[in-house]
């Protein structure tokens, strides 16, 4: 079936330090692939997408390529700031019958110290 | 645009009490999640509605577990004779679908966390 695995975390960074979180995933069929942030207190909000390969979701600063032959969309962001402090989870929503409902990763959590 | 909200925020309930909670998605989205969410984990896919029509349940969710979306707008979901291992935060989120920019853009509601006891 369909996973996604993130880097371990936590990630602790300086502000202005540059970010990549690592998300890896094993789908079948072209799958649509999301970072979603959990800021402290708050629900989950979409960050990014990119539904086909070599697209780049762009969003506040982050950015994340969609790789097919790397199965890979990693999270970057060139200097973050203290408001970046969050849980950054990856999800794809596969292709197929499977379209629409999202499978996630099991979160990265970010600290930015100033 | 309200946004998806849900109630209640938190639940407190004695094991073997049934519990029930609901979700309105955004006014617009003809699909509604739910998923569940427990402490340090993404969260997992329980179930979705198209419409009024559930369209696929996860192997996660038991048979204590139903939902409902009778009129295509808001939603339920009952756990039955809950279980301590039913403590999580149950999420809900809602999408369009077509073929617009932001088809299938699934949008969160802040979630209800039940606590079993």
């Known amino acids: 079936g369909d996973s996604v695995t993130q880097m371990e975390g936590p990630v602790t960074l300086s502000e202005e330090a540059f970010l990549t979180i690592n998300c890896t995933y094993t789908a079948t069929g072209y799958p649509s692939l999301f970072w979603y942030v959990q800021y402290p207190g708050e629900g989950l909000q979409l960050l990014l997408k990119?539904?086909?390969?070599?697209d780049k979701g762009s969003n506040k600063g982050f950015e994340a390529t969609y790789r097919k032959e790397t199965t890979s969309f990693h999270l970057e962001k060139g200097s973050v700031q203290v408001s970046d402090s969050a849980v950054y989870f990856c999800a794809l929503s596969g292709g197929g019958t499977s379209y629409g409902k999202l499978t996630f990763g099991q979160g990265t959590i970010l600290t930015v110290h100033p | 645009d309200t946004g998806v909200s849900q109630n209640p925020r938190h639940k407190i309930t004695k094991r073997g009490q049934n519990v029930t909670f609901r979700c309105d998605p955004i006014?617009?989205?003809?699909?509604l999640y739910w998923y569940r969410q427990t402490l340090g984990q993404g969260p997992e896919f329980l179930t979705y509605?198209?419409?009024?029509?559930?369209?696929?349940k996860s192997r996660l969710l038991s048979d204590r577990f139903s939902a409902e979306r009778p009129k295509g707008s808001f939603s339920t979901l009952e756990i039955q004779r809950t279980e301590q291992g039913d403590s999580a935060m149950y999420l809900c989120?809602?999408?369009?679908?077509?073929?617009?920019?932001?088809?299938?853009?699934?949008?969160f509601g802040p979630g209800t966390r039940l606590t079993v006891t």
């Open positions: 006014s617009e989205h003809n699909r």
């Open positions: 989120a809602s999408s369009s679908t077509g073929t617009g920019v932001k088809a299938y853009e699934q949008y």
């Open positions: 990119a539904t086909k390969a070599d």
């Open positions: 509605f198209q419409n009024e029509a559930q369209l696929e």
